[in-house]
Structures are given as C-alpha cells and as structure tokens.
C-alpha cells in the first residue's frame, strides 16, 4: 500500500465519519481514553498490508496537541540545552456518533498514529522489564541542515535530546512517521542507547559522538554542537564504533519485525531498501566478522576524510545478519520449545535485553587496543540457553560461530553440539 492508498482510505474513513458526525467539540477539551483511527499494520498468511482500525489512546491530556502520558509532540522543533524546543502542532479531529474520533489532515494522523505506537511499545518495554519514562517526545516536521541525506525521508532517535525525531516525507509512499516497523525500530534505538551508547558516552566521547543516530544524521546541522574531527579515532576505536553502529541496526530492525511481525516493514515507506535489509529472506549463516570490519575500516580510512561517513552504508550489511538470525531464533523456539509464536518473540526479546546490558558492560570495559567480538551474539545465546537448548537451536548457532572458519582449518578448531547428560537437551563446545 503506497501514499496514495493511505490517503484515499483516509479521506473514505473522513468522508464516511463526516456524514455521520456530531458537532465537533473542542478537541482540548477530549481527554483520558480516547477512541481515534489510525492506519495499522496486518500480517495474514504471510502477507502485509495497512488498514484503517479503531484503536484506544490512553491517558491523552490534551487531544488537541494529541499529548499525554506518553506522548508529546513539537512541530520543527530546534535544540536548546540538549532538549527539543519550539510550539506544539495542532491536531484537528471529527468526532463521529460512536465516539471514535477521525483525524482531519495528514498531521493529525500521524500523531494520533504515533502517540498509539509510543503507547503500545512502552507498554511493551516494560513488560519486558524496562522502565521507559514517559511523554516520549517527539520532533515532526524537524529541519536539517548540512546532510543533505537525511533532510528527507528519514526518521531518528537522538541521544542527546532523548527524542524521536522525524524530517519531512516527501516520496509518494506511505510516510515514516505512521510506519509501525520503523518507528518500532527507533525506539529501540532509545534502550540501545539507554543501555550502550549513553553510558560510553561519558568515558569514550570520541566514538560515542559518533555512535547514535543523532551525529550520523545530523552532525553539521541540528542544534549547536561540536563537530569532531574524523582522524581522533584509531582502527581499533573504528572497529568497535562499526560494529557497534551495526548491531544497533539489526538489532532495530529485529524489533520492529518483533513489534509488527512484517519481516518487510521498511518497504511502506522506503522501498529502494528492502533488498538489502528484508527479514523475510532465510537467516545466512555468512555475516561480517571481525576480518571484514578491520578491512572496511582499513579501506574507509586510506579513502575518506570521514571514515566514520564512509562506512554508513556498510553498517548495515554487519547489522541485518543478526536480525535474520534472531527472527530464525524465534522460529526454532517456536518448533523445538512448543512456545506460541508471541512468547518466543517475548523469549528471544528479553534476550536482547540482556545482551546488550552485557554489550554496554563490555564496552566500558575496553581499553585502547582492545576490540568487540562480532561472535559475541552466537555465544551469549548459546550461554543464555545452557541446559535447555534443542539440537537445532545448537546447529544453527555453531553454524554461524564456525562460518568465519576457512576449508583449511581442521575439524578440531571447529565448535560442535553435545548432548548433555540425562538431559534432552545441547550445549555448544568450543574447540
């Protein structure tokens, strides 16, 4: 379903309610739990698509800045004291004689849309475990300058500001700002942020400035920062800036097919994409290990005055294995541990969680000449399931930690599956 689809079912839902509406209130005077129509994603059969339903925002204190316990929105919003500064943007809303309300432009949409998703994901943290506070803030319409690439048609988590920021959608498809699957994906950018990237930024600001979303995408023009020179960092801090630039991405793109269970969500709103990121494709066993970030550093490096610039695509290649992974993760959990299929999602998500408390451990941890291991996923779930993991869990977990192995190498450097004892179940044995 592309832009224009969206906006014919929007102006059918509009024109539907309209006939059939009650005088419109003052929308600032709507509050507490609120019936409103958003598009929301549908997975049937294996097939995707967007559909007008009637949903419930919850605890709003004002519907006429669709703002509340979770959500609070800024219009162009600039950057002041490390937080989001400007006017709130006006919603416009029908009230029909069910008492479900119908947005009355594209903006009121999307903030309805957003403020409901910002809802149902910190619901979801926290079932997870995770203390979110709330209103989640929120930049729409957001002016960038200096890259050129991100002006448009991108949306991102700043660290600083602790907000989801959203530029302008100016492609005919389904705009970012209602896209379950990304929006999904950039909160998940806050916990990784919370967990990895906001704590090394207070030992390591270097790398760090360079680690969340809000420098790659914004360095040169949002807000008054410093920018930092490209050359500060040395291979190693390269190396584990890449990789962790990477897992952030996979593991971003896991949470949103988790959330929406599209492994192709990104196709809505950023189809030139999907080719490279989809999770529908079967989990490969071949990722980029530790030889292929030294030598895309080593390349980017020797080429580019920001190295750090250079290797924005390849990030991506080192972060969707790890999603394609997790995503057959749940499948297996699903066969082999009789789980339905949301609590294995739950299962292989609290995972998540604690690995990357584990990552942002280790991280802190690293001196100079020290480095991330790109196994260190593989390893922790095979360590996380110690004593209960099926056989096939086991196989496909040594299938990726022997992948970077050579036909040269002798079977005794390889890991393997054993059987425990007087157990059903396998445990991965390192050479």
Request: aromatic share 10%.
């Amino acid at each position: 379903m592309n832009f224009s689809r969206i906006s014919m079912l929007f102006l059918g839902a509009f024109l539907l309610a309209f006939t059939g509406c009650k005088p419109a209130p003052n929308e600032q005077t709507a509050n507490g739990d609120l019936a409103v129509q958003i598009p929301l994603s549908e997975v049937s059969n294996g097939n995707s698509e967007y559909l007008l339903k009637t949903v419930t925002l919850k605890d709003v204190s004002n519907l006429r800045e669709v703002r509340g316990k979770y959500a609070q929105f800024f219009y162009a919003p600039g950057l002041v004291e490390g937080r989001l500064s400007g006017g709130s943007p006006i919603a416009y809303f029908a009230r029909t004689k069910n008492e479900t309300y119908i947005a009355k432009d594209a903006l009121s949409l999307q903030m309805a849309t957003l403020y409901y998703h910002m809802q149902s994901l910190m619901t979801w943290a926290q079932d997870l475990g995770i203390t979110v506070k709330g209103p989640f803030q929120i930049g729409l319409n957001t002016k960038i300058k200096g890259d050129e690439s991100v002006q448009a048609n991108n949306a991102f988590y700043d660290g600083r500001s602790k907000a989801m920021i959203f530029v302008p959608y100016t492609d005919r498809e389904m705009p970012i700002s209602v896209n379950a699957g990304i929006i999904a994906h950039e909160f998940f950018h806050s916990i990784f942020y919370s967990k990895v990237l906001g704590p090394l930024s207070k030992k390591h600001v270097t790398i760090s400035q360079r680690l969340s979303d809000e420098n790659v995408h914004s360095l040169e023009g949002w807000g008054k920062h410093k920018k930092i020179a490209a050359g500060n960092l040395s291979e190693v801090e390269l190396f584990n800036e890449t990789y962790l630039r990477g897992i952030n991405e996979g593991l971003a793109d896991f949470w949103g097919w988790a959330y929406t269970d599209d492994p192709d969500f990104i196709k809505w709103s950023l189809p030139a994409h999907v080719k490279k990121r989809s999770l529908n494709k079967p989990a490969q066993v071949m990722y980029k290990t530790d030889q292929d970030i030294e030598t895309a550093v080593v390349e980017a490096r020797s080429i580019a005055d920001d190295p750090s610039q250079a290797l924005s695509n390849f990030v991506y290649d080192v972060g969707t294995p790890y999603a394609r992974f997790l995503k057959e993760l749940v499948t297996v959990k699903m066969k082999n541990e009789g789980l339905m299929r949301a609590d294995a999602k739950k299962a292989v998500s609290q995972f998540v969680i604690r690995f990357i408390e584990h990552l942002g451990h280790d991280a802190l941890a690293l001196n100079k000449s020290e480095r991330l291991s790109t196994q260190s996923l593989f390893k922790a779930v095979a360590e996380a399931d110690a004593g209960r993991q099926s056989q096939e869990q086991c196989e496909l977990i040594i299938q990726y930690l022997n992948s970077p192995l050579q036909k040269e190498d002798v079977i005794a450097a390889k890991y393997t599956c054993e059987k425990e004892e007087n157990v059903d179940s396998y445990k991965v044995v390192a050479p």
